[in-house]
C-alpha cells in the first residue's frame, strides 16, 4: 500500500535562504526602498517650489483637471485590488483566474496611462504649460511623467507575465512557441496601441463636436484593433499542459510588490500636488 505525500509551498518565507526570505522578493524590496528615495526627491522639489513660486509660475487651479485626475487614480487603485487576486489565485495554483485578473490590471493601467496623455496634452497643448517655460511645468511633469513611466514598465512586465503563463510544459515538443510568444507581444502592443489612440481621438473629437465623423477617421485604427483582439483570443487557445503554476507564485508576487508601490506613489502624488491645492 503506498501513500502520496503532499508539501504545501510557504509562499512568504524560504528555508534555504539565509534570511528566511526569498532572494526574489528581498531583491524586489530593496529596489523598491531606493525608489522610494528617489520619488521622495521629486516631490521634495514639488513641494519647495509650490511654497516658494517665482514670479509668473501659473496657479494650479488653472490648470489642473481634480475630476479627471480622481477617476485615474480610482481606476489605479482598483487595479491594486485586481493585481492582489491575481496574486491570490497563483498561490492556490488557479493559472487561469490569474489570467483574468492580470487582464484586468493591464486594461486599467492602460486607461491610467490614457488619462495622463489626455492630461499632459491638454496641458500643453489648451494652457501652454510645458516642462521649460515655468517651474511648475518643470517640476510637475517630471514628477508625473516618471511616475507614468513606472506604470507603462508595470504594465509591460504583466503582459510578459500574462504571455508566460502560457508557456508549454514541454517546449522541445512545441517548435511554434517562440513564434507564438512574438505574435502574443505583437497582438498586445497592436491592441494597447490602437485603444488608446482610438480613445483619446473619441475625445477630441466630442470636445470638438466633430464626433460624427469618428467612424469615418479611424475606420482603419478600428479595423486593426478588432484584429488584434481577436488575434490575442486565438492565442490564448493552449493545447496541453503548461509550465506555470504555484511554484511561480513568488514571480507574480514580486509584480505585485512592484505595482502596489506604484499605486501607493501616485496617491502620495494626488494628495500633494493635487488635492493641496484645493486646501
Known amino acids: 500500500m503506498s501513500s502520496t505525500a503532499t508539501v504545501a509551498i510557504d509562499h512568504h518565507h524560504d528555508p534555504s535562504t539565509t534570511t528566511g526570505i526569498p532572494n526574489k522578493k528581498l531583491l524586489m524590496w530593496t529596489f523598491l526602498a531606493s525608489d522610494c528615495m528617489f520619488f521622495g ?8 517650489y509650490r511654497l516658494h513660486p517665482p514670479p509668473g509660475n501659473p496657479s494650479p487651479r488653472e490648470i489642473f483637471n481634480p475630476p479627471l485626475t480622481s477617476f485615474s487614480t480610482f481606476i489605479l487603485l482598483m487595479s491594486s485590488l485586481l493585481m492582489a487576486l491575481a496574486v491570490n489565485a497563483i498561490q492556490r495554483g488557479n493559472v487561469r483566474s490569474m489570467r483574468h485578473m492580470l487582464l484586468g490590471t493591464i486594461f486599467f493601467g492602460c486607461i491610467f496611462l490614457t488619462c495622463q496623455v489626455y492630461e499632459f496634452t491638454d496641458f500643453v497643448m489648451d494652457k501652454h504649460m510645458t516642462i521649460t517655460n515655468c517651474i511648475l511645468g518643470s517640476t510637475f511633469f517630471t514628477l508625473t511623467g516618471t511616475h507614468g513611466c513606472h506604470v507603462a514598465i508595470g504594465v509591460l512586465w504583466l503582459v510578459l ?20 510568444t512574438l505574435l502574443h507581444i505583437a497582438g498586445f502592443i497592436a491592441a494597447i496601441g490602437l485603444t488608446m489612440y482610438l480613445v483619446l481621438d473619441f475625445v477630441h473629437m466630442a470636445q470638438a463636436g466633430t464626433l460624427s465623423g469618428y467612424l469615418g477617421k479611424d475606420a482603419l485604427a478600428i479595423a486593426g484593433a478588432i484584429i488584434a483582439y481577436i488575434g490575442l483570443n486565438l492565442l490564448t487557445r493552449t493545447r496541453g499542459a503548461v509550465d506555470f503554476g504555484e511554484v511561480n507564485a513568488i514571480d507574480v508576487e514580486s509584480m505585485g510588490l512592484y505595482w502596489h508601490f506604484v499605486d501607493i506613489v501616485w496617491i502620495v502624488i494626488f494628495t500633494v500636488v493635487y488635492l493641496l491645492e484645493y486646501i
Not at 41 to 48: A, E, Q
Not at 161 to 175: E, G, L
Open 41 to 48: 526627491c521629486l516631490i521634495s522639489t514639488h513641494l519647495i
Open 161 to 180: 507575465m500574462y504571455i508566460r503563463s502560457f508557456q508549454p510544459a514541454d517546449v522541445s515538443t512545441n517548435r511554434l512557441w517562440f513564434g507564438r
